[in-house]
């Protein structure tokens, strides 16, 4: 199936949903945008502070040119 049908279908099926339905969807989209549990804000921020700390030790074994 083309791409343009796949959108076309979706885009059908969401016109067909009632609004208690389109809000239930919609829910579940922001869910897996914005993840609100505390476990994915800790694994975020820990993978954050991973990556500072790289780049931070990074920038300490590059020694200046002059």
Same mark, same amino acid.
């Given at each position: 199936?083309a =791409?343009?049908?796949?959108?076309h279908?979706?885009l059908?099926?969401?016109?067909?949903?009632?609004?208690?339905?389109?809000?239930k969807?919609l829910?579940?989209i922001?869910?897996?945008?914005? =993840?609100?549990?505390?476990?994915?804000?800790?694994?975020?921020?820990?993978?954050a502070?991973?990556?500072?700390?790289?780049?931070?030790?990074k920038?300490?074994?590059?020694?200046?040119?002059f």
């Open positions: 199936m =791409p343009n049908n796949q959108k279908e979706i059908a099926s969401l016109e067909s949903l009632d609004q208690t339905q389109a809000n969807v829910e579940f922001k869910g897996l945008i914005y =993840p609100n549990s505390e476990e994915s804000y800790k694994d975020l921020k820990r993978e502070m991973k990556e500072i700390r790289q780049a931070l030790s920038k300490r074994r590059i020694n200046p040119a």
